[in-house]
């Protein structure tokens, strides 16, 4: 049994919590790998370490001197030593590091020591061995990872030393220089170490206990999500919710290696499974049918209407979406009725174009109408419970119509996973409050 854990950077924002982290993986003997972000912020007035270098990064190209900013990376790590007991001298090492940079040092580079010296201290802390991911996280001159080379690599250390410490965000093409992925991409450098290893779990550890059913900023006491598949994952961060987003978990998907979102403040919570199916359903979601609610606002509606359209509907509806091709506006939901169909679309990618589009539409002779309607907001009930099953429609009706809130557009997609209603802005937050007052509470 094999556990490959990954902690964020709020859980190794101070010697505190890298206390907490070590009893946490101390706990279990099966928790081997350990991927680090760079230290976080220790409360909301406080700093990233990876915005602090970018920041340094930006110092040194501009020839601005750095030194302030560097003082307070190198307290936070000094901190954390002399919090933690170690004897690493990692005063000495960052010192070294930024004697050699200079302006023609890479912003990825200087970004990535924030995992780098954060891993070293981890390292020393937890008595596993530093395996820096420069050494096994591979990119290809595409900037894709080469995932045959990376997964022989990582796996030879694996073999060799059995516990290791890695840190998160970044690799390097076979030239030696430094690649990061996108912000937040610990997150990838975790699925990818569980996916080469066949890790039996990737315990994935932050700051809250789970995936929120619905942003806590609208229902503050939202309930947690016990489990939740990936594609009901891809649902909810598709149309917003803050949670890890499925690409980042493709690797372990694929091999279908189960997440779980814990966190490091409450580690006996048991947080959020994410899997590909789950066998049994005795959990709370299976009582209350849906998984979780996310939306997002401001898309808007053209409204199309050709009278006895018949045949020509496809037709019709092939010149409208070339138009909107044109105007590279990504299309959302094409709600259809007899005579009629509506394009759903995110507003800002319209622009100031408005009048241009309307004048394009307007100008077909097979249209006999078209309106455009703005301030819309897409809400999407999530539920792998609800497929096949009645009344959930039904209940999502009533419970808008009781509190008088208008649905402008209906969806649901095939596999009856997720049912998207469009409301009008000003109502968004209360629907999504009513909608999980009624099937949740
Ligand atoms: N430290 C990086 C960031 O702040 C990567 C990560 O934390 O996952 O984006």
Redo the contacts with the bound molecule.
């Keep these: 049994m094999l556990k490959v854990l990954k902690f964020?950077?709020s859980s190794l924002a101070s010697s505190e919590q890298f206390a907490k982290v070590k009893d946490i993986v101390k706990a279990e003997k099966e928790r081997e790998v350990v991927i680090v972000?760079?230290p976080?912020k220790r409360d909301s007035a406080d700093n990233?370490?990876?915005?602090l270098l970018y920041l340094l990064h930006a110092h040194i190209r501009y020839g601005v001197s750095y030194e302030p900013v560097l003082a307070m990376i190198t307290e936070r790590y000094e901190e954390i030593k002399k919090g933690c007991g170690l004897t690493t001298d990692i005063g000495k090492s960052i010192k070294e590091t930024f004697d050699k940079v200079d302006k023609k040092t890479s912003a990825d580079f200087i970004?990535s020591r924030?995992?780098y010296f954060c891993a070293i201290l981890m390292a020393e802390y937890l008595g596993f061995k530093f395996v820096d991911a420069a050494e096994w996280v591979v990119f290809d001159y595409d900037g894709k990872v080469n995932n045959a080379a990376s997964e022989e690599k990582l796996r030879e250390f694996k073999k060799v030393y059995g516990q290791i410490v890695t840190p998160?965000?970044y690799g390097a093409y076979t030239s030696g220089d430094i690649k990061?992925?996108?912000?937040?991409?610990?997150?990838?450098?975790g699925a990818l170490a569980a996916a080469y290893l066949n890790a039996d779990i990737y315990e994935n550890w932050t700051d809250v206990s789970g995936i929120l059913m619905v942003d806590p900023k609208i229902v503050p006491d939202s309930k947690i999500i016990a489990r939740v598949t990936y594609d009901e994952l891809r649902e909810l961060s598709y149309m917003g919710a803050s949670v890890l987003h499925e690409d980042t978990v493709f690797p372990v998907r694929l091999k279908d290696i189960p997440v779980n979102i814990r966190n490091t403040n409450e580690p006996d919570a048991p947080g959020t499974i994410i899997g590909e199916r789950f066998e049994d359903e005795l959990t709370e979601e299976h009582e209350r049918f849906i998984t979780g609610i996310a939306g997002k606002k401001n898309f808007s509606i053209i409204n199309i209407y050709k009278s006895r359209i018949g045949e020509d509907k496809i037709k019709l509806l092939r010149e409208v979406l070339e138009i909107f091709d044109r105007y590279e506006i990504p299309v959302e939901q094409i709600p259809s009725g007899v005579d009629s169909f509506s394009v759903v679309f995110p507003s800002e990618s319209l622009g100031n174009r408005q009048h241009d589009l309307m004048h394009e539409l307007g100008s077909n002779e097979s249209i006999d109408d078209c309106q455009l309607t703005e301030g819309i907001s897409l809400i999407a009930i999530v539920g792998r419970q609800m497929a096949y099953r009645t009344g959930i429609s039904g209940k999502i009706f009533k419970t808008l119509g009781e509190n008088k809130i208008n649905i402008r557009t209906i969806e649901q997609g095939s596999d009856e996973i997720n049912i998207m209603v469009g409301v009008y802005n000003e109502d968004f937050e209360r629907a999504v409050k009513v909608l999980y007052d009624s099937f949740a509470r």
Aim: aromatic share 8%; net charge negative.
């Design positions: 964020g950077g972000s760079a976080g990233k370490i990876t915005d970004a924030g995992e998160g965000f990061v992925f996108p912000r937040g991409g610990s997150d990838i450098t």
